[in-house]
């Protein structure tokens, strides 16, 4: 067992159509190549969006929660989608699971048409969705089974599966106890387990492990790559950095509805213009070493603050080499050393100038589906 | 020291301003009951049918039996206009045939007027006594036409299904109210209850159909109004004192039951296929309540109703389960009579399962 989950090697990025945005937000509408973007959709490609667009129009204001998402999930990946609180996500993913239809745009889940093959689609998803879907009158057990039954799980192999996932979510002692006298996080696993009852082909996960403490976070991430080594597609919707640093093979950031970038983690970075932060400590500086230091390749700044010096790298490890090579030669002793990459706070703060948690996210909720017509 | 009752005021009175429509039903509720309730029961009853006919033989009319037709079918209810009148006279040439139509509840009375050849000149009246309203404004008109032709005939009523007491009349009709109450709080509530706390979302991606989500929750919702209804018809029969006359009687008790369990659960379910709040729904099926009880003819004969709520009974599946359940608890009567009222509700039964499968809303916009 991993703790903390083990980060996946990252899937190496596609070097044909990596769909990297041309700058900022503004005018970042990733255009997959069109040709082999869908002569190839039949084997790496398990969702397609072309144009996806969602405008919720009421009285007072319309929203467009999802505005003009192209992109595509790759067979057996964990995919990230990225983004402060209202910013489109659960849309998309509603989208997708059939519970919402576009405004404008197609999408295809395992090339079928979310607005052509709703049932084809529903028979091969599993869905956790955002807020507690489970029947909080009924046992665990009940809820699994009703679910079992929805999802077409064989009678004969039904008991066993809802035993193997109650166990899994630590709730096989109180499989028979309501689902309304359960902690946040019991009910949170149990949808959890439940999306996954019928060993779907994608399973949507729509922030997963919001409210729940560190511990059984890290359970829920342990099972979700379990899942993924299963070959199951995971789409992942949060506004954790670490969750989807730690989880997915690629990420999506969705800023006010749109696509702002997607790619795998290690492209991101190099997103950054600045590039990695290299941090030493020293006792005294060379002046002669400082100028030198400036003019290695791949360094980008060197600014000297007593006793360190802090370099930014486009690629840290590489440069870091030359760095070191040069305080040999000027015999100036090293007493620390730290490389740090971008984490996925400092590129998203970088695409969008602003943080995840501390974002206008609140303003900008998308209103969704409301519960009243 | 008032902040506490202030914000909780505030609070409560902002909610009830919100919602227009539960402000609207709170006004409408006491309206629409003035006018149904008040039009149902209060309305004068006219237009009742009832059978004339002469005792044979000799073949000819008596003047008294053409007289006495022509007054009884010309007895104007306050104004001159023909359209209020009392009775609305059948002539038979035939005892026996006219009394078949009373007992098939065609007609609710039928007048027999002596030959001239009687021994005791005496006028019959046959009254179907399952109805408790009818039969003494015919008797009455029976009198005063009578009285009116100088005749002094003796009248000899006849209640062809004995003393029925206004309890036992209502009585069938509160199986029906059972059956409305449990389809109110059970049918349908559960997909409403769902929708306000967004567990639908989690079925809703599931491979199952809008129809077997529909048909699930009707079939549920028929099984519990039918225990209900089931357990009050037992204990009507035990407070009114009505007998069964045989167990084939029993067994179209309970198909009837059934059947009107289905019409109306699938009625209640076709409207909670569309709403998202409680207080909503259960307003409007309060509302509805109110509209199919009163027109049902539980209370009151529906013949007593003006003639734009007597519409109303047309569509009304309560009117049917009602006049079905008298038809065999109260009359007797078998498959003849009521299966007009069961062909009725299992049409009405099957447009409202259609409607609530076609409105069922599968996406959560």
């Given at each position: 067992m991993h703790l903390f989950g083990q980060k996946k090697d990252p899937v190496p990025a596609p070097q044909t159509s990596p769909e990297l945005p041309k700058e900022a937000a503004g005018n970042a509408t990733p255009q997959p190549d069109r040709q082999t973007g869908w002569s190839t959709a039949g084997d790496s490609a398990i969702i397609r969006i072309d144009h996806l667009s969602k405008v919720f129009a009421s009285k007072t204001k319309t929203v467009?929660?999802?505005?003009?998402v192209s992109f595509e999930v790759k067979r057996g990946e964990i995919f990230g989608l990225l983004g402060a609180n209202g910013a489109g996500k659960s849309t998309l993913i509603r989208i997708l699971t059939t519970l919402l239809s576009p405004t404008s745009g197609q999408a295809f889940v395992n090339n079928y048409d979310i607005t052509q093959d709703p049932e084809k689609i529903r028979e091969i998803i599993g869905v956790c969705a955002q807020n507690y879907t489970s029947d909080s009158e009924l046992t665990a057990y009940d809820n699994l089974e009703f679910y079992g039954k929805l999802e077409n799980v064989p009678d004969s192999i039904l008991q066993d599966r809802i035993w193997e996932l109650l166990k899994m979510a630590g709730l096989a002692d109180r499989?028979?106890?309501?689902?309304?006298?359960?902690?946040g996080g019991m009910k949170r696993k149990l949808e959890i387990v439940r999306a996954f009852i019928h060993r779907p082909l994608i399973l949507f996960l729509d922030e997963p492990t919001i409210g729940l403490d560190p511990e059984a976070r890290r359970e829920v991430w342990q099972q979700i790559m379990m899942l993924n080594r299963e070959n199951t597609t995971i789409i992942l919707t949060t506004h954790y950095m670490d969750e989807a640093e730690k989880l997915c093979d690629r990420i999506a950031f969705v800023e006010k509805g749109r696509l702002i970038a997607l790619d795998t983690m290690e492209n991101l970075r190099k997103l950054i213009p600045a590039g990695d932060l290299i941090e030493i400590g020293i006792d005294h500086m060379d002046p002669r070493a400082e100028e030198e230091l400036r003019s290695v390749p791949l360094v980008n700044a060197v600014s000297v603050v007593e006793h360190k010096i802090m370099i930014s790298a486009t690629n840290g490890s590489e440069a870091i080499l030359s760095i070191l090579a040069l305080f040999e030669k000027f015999q100036i002793p090293v007493s620390s050393l730290s490389i740090r990459s971008p984490s996925l706070e400092d590129i998203f703060i970088y695409l969008t100038g602003k943080g995840l948690d501390n974002g206008n996210g609140e303003g900008n909720d998308a209103p969704g589906p409301g519960r009243k017509r | 020291m008032l902040r506490g009752p202030l914000a909780i005021f505030k609070r409560d009175f902002k909610k009830f301003l919100s919602n227009p429509f539960i402000i609207m039903m709170t006004l409408f509720m006491p309206i629409m009951y003035l006018i149904i309730f008040g039009s149902a029961m209060g309305g004068t009853i006219s237009h009742i049918p009832v059978g004339v006919v002469q005792e044979v033989p000799p073949y000819q009319d008596t003047p008294l039996f053409t007289n006495a037709s022509y007054q009884l079918n010309h007895i104007s209810q306050g104004s001159e206009n023909d359209a209020e009148k009392q009775l609305d006279v059948t002539l038979y040439t035939d005892e026996v045939q006219a009394k078949q139509d009373l007992q098939d509840g065609k007609i609710s009375a039928v007048i027999v007027f002596p030959s001239?050849?009687?021994?005791?000149?005496a006028v019959r009246v046959y009254v179907?006594?399952?109805?408790?309203?009818?039969p003494p404004l015919v008797e009455g008109a029976v009198t005063s036409v009578l009285e009116q032709l100088g005749a002094h005939n003796p009248i000899i009523i006849d209640k062809i299904y004995g003393d029925i007491t206004y309890l036992q009349f209502f009585g069938v009709g509160v199986i029906m109210m059972a059956i409305f109450t449990s389809t109110m709080f059970g049918g349908g509530i559960a997909l409403i209850k769902d929708r306000e706390n967004g567990i639908h979302e989690g079925y809703l991606v599931?491979?199952?159909k809008r129809s077997s989500i529909v048909m699930g929750i009707i079939s549920s919702g028929t099984v519990r109004a039918f225990i209900a209804g089931f357990t009050i018809f037992w204990i009507d029969l035990l407070i009114t004192g009505i007998t069964l006359q045989s167990f084939q009687d029993f067994l179209l008790v309970l198909l009837v039951i059934l059947i009107a369990c289905m019409g109306v659960t699938s009625l209640v379910v076709s409207f909670a296929s569309r709403f998202s709040s409680q207080q909503e729904y259960s307003s409007v099926i309060a509302f509805f309540n109110l509209m199919l009880f009163m027109t049902s003819g539980a209370f009151y004969p529906v013949i007593g109703m003006p003639g734009w709520l007597r519409w109303i009974t047309v569509i009304n599946p309560e009117y049917y389960g009602i006049h079905a359940l008298r038809s065999i608890i109260?009359?007797?009567?078998?498959f003849n009579v009521i299966g007009i009222d069961l062909i009725a509700l299992l049409i009405f039964s099957s447009v409202m399962i259609i409607l609530g499968i076609v409105t069922f809303r599968r996406t959560l916009e």
């Open positions: 467009t929660a999802v505005n003009d499989a028979y106890m309501p689902v309304g006298t359960f902690s | 001239s050849v009687s021994n005791d000149n179907d006594s399952s109805d408790s309203i009818t599931t491979p199952v109260l009359r007797n009567q078998g």
